[in-house]
């Protein structure tokens, strides 16, 4: 098999968009029981048009990336944790489980058959990981399928909002991404879907994304459409909501982490009112696509919020994103399994 060339590639100056790769997994679960799974060179599926995941919105999907280290080896960021999420949102949508093994197999097969599209360590772009899984077959009454697709594909990542770290701006929204007792705390695409308008408008406005409030009061601060919400407040305490409805980012986990044993910081996930936003000294948005993304302002009630600065990243913010980004891309020692070596 002839490798697709790379030397063409702009390592350094990736956004996020999706660029076809060598390989990719698909895995089927058919009479009760996955299959195999295989690599494959094309990234078209064929699937019955009367998939449960087309109309009903049967699917659950991941994220997470590959970095290189500068000895040029290749380790994955706490794909552990995704896999776990990934069975979660399964279990929501009455789908089957992928097992863990199965899961860190498939990451393992695509990343090592893609290696050559991994970007330089000193690019500072990562390969993204995307597995997904999806209800498929023939189907017409609104029930779980019995049949259901699993893939991995990868594509070369720079940063999601391009150029260099530097604070954006959000805006509340009046709309919600996911119910109060619905789907917000899992990873399936109706969650997007129902973002898409709210985003536009905001960007419309001249904002980056939209920040939502917790669907069932809109006192309180839930997440941005694809990261989840931090603050850092003058008593040196990083604070986070709490809520049933957002997406357990393990970014947010791995820098609350962080705070606490490497920078000794408070940490609190907690309820965080929305009128609460100027006790605030600096803001972040955090998730694997979006990283570390300082929030320069927030605009809410006919007010723009402006945490430390509009333009300039905050010292602590700063801190916690040259860290993770150490961690990530091997230059310092990661709490204990976080990484998995390819
Ligand atoms: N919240 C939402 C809605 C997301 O889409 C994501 C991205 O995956 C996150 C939070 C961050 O989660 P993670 O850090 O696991 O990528
Ligand atoms: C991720 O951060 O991995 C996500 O899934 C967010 C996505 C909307 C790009």
């Avoid at 690599?39 to 087309?54: F, G, H, P, Q, V």
Wanted: glycine share 8%.
């Amino acid at each position: 098999m002839e490798w697709k060339k790379t030397e063409t590639i702009d390592w350094h100056n990736l956004g996020f968009n999706y660029l076809k790769c060598d390989f990719s997994y698909i895995s089927y679960y058919q009479n009760g029981q996955w299959d195999q799974g295989f690599l494959t060179e094309s990234d078209k599926i064929l699937i019955s048009a009367s998939s449960t995941c087309i109309h009903y919105g049967q699917q659950a999907f991941e994220g997470l990336k590959a970095y290189r280290k500068k000895d040029g080896s290749i380790h994955v960021f706490r794909p552990f944790e995704n896999a776990k999420r990934m069975n979660q949102s399964c279990r929501r949508l009455l789908m089957p489980e992928v097992p863990e093994e199965k899961f860190l197999e498939a990451i393992k097969m695509v990343v090592q058959a893609n290696s050559h599209f991994v970007p330089p360590y000193e690019s500072k772009a990562t390969l993204y990981i995307r597995p997904y899984i999806i209800g498929v077959g023939d189907n017409l009454g609104l029930r779980a399928s019995s049949d259901y697709l699993f893939g991995v594909f990868v594509s070369p990542v720079g940063r999601y909002y391009k150029g260099e770290i530097k604070p954006v701006k959000y805006i509340v929204s009046e709309y919600d991404r996911a119910a109060p007792r619905g789907t917000g705390g899992v990873k399936v695409g109706g969650n997007y879907a129902s973002s898409l308008y709210p985003c536009k408008l905001a960007k419309e406005e001249g904002y980056m994304d939209c920040i939502y409030l917790d669907p069932e009061t809109h006192t309180k601060i839930e997440e941005v459409g694809a990261a989840n919400f931090f603050a850092i407040t003058p008593d040196y305490t990083l604070v986070t909501p709490k809520s049933p409805s957002i997406l357990p980012s393990i970014t947010k986990k791995s820098i609350l982490e962080i705070a606490r044993e490497m920078l000794k910081m408070n940490v609190e996930e907690r309820e965080i009112y929305i009128n609460e936003l100027d006790m605030f000294c600096e803001a972040g948005a955090c998730g694997t696509a979006l990283g570390i993304t300082p929030i320069g302002g927030i605009f809410y009630q006919d007010k723009l919020h402006i945490f430390h600065s509009e333009t300039e990243v905050g010292p602590i913010t700063k801190k916690l994103y040259e860290i993770l980004n150490a961690i990530q891309f091997g230059d310092i020692a990661s709490p204990n399994g976080w990484m998995l070596d390819i």
